[in-house]
């Protein structure tokens, strides 16, 4: 119960946080920000419940697994906000109250690890989940992960459809040679 408390004063904080940056996006639901919200509490909710099993049976193939995807998930991450920072020149061309500024791109990135796929911020969300629920693979892990994943999917559709409004044709050109989070399979 004691160690339960400041998991749940933790949660509740990251909450605040999640809740404060998505603000405008949770004013509309077809906004690719919504659905993240939700996902970002499912993950949020699946590493509190398995922090406490990070480092148990180190070497074990589910925790090398965990390390990997995590991994990954970290390297999606950076070199994704890099190209988007560098390659997809943010600024106030794009509108969008809900958008982040990074994601105010107005050229449309497709090189580096957009050539395979449209979504590595995304992906790296993916991955991370599947990371923290192979530290102990639980049914309530495995709901919480699942969940993340659909609501992730419903975030990459809603943005697809803002950058088709935004970019139009070359858009949906990058679409149809890319996946959506996994290299030549997703």
Partial sequence: MYESVPRLGLFMLCSAVFFYLSRKSLSKP??????????WEAILALFLI????WFEDRFSPKQLLSWLLLFCSLYLLVHGAYLLQVAGKPGPVRDGEELFGFEKTSVLVQNGIYRYIRHPLYASLLFLAWG??????????????????????ITAKHDESECVDFFGDEYRNYMSGTRMFIPFLF
């Fill in 132 to 153: 923290i629920f192979l530290k102990l693979p639980t049914w309530i892990g495995g709901l919480l992960s699942v969940s993340a994943s659909l609501l992730l999917w």
């Fill in 50 to 53: 398995n922090v406490p099993y």
């Fill in 30 to 39: 077809h906004s690719h920000g919504f659905a993240r919200f939700f996902a």
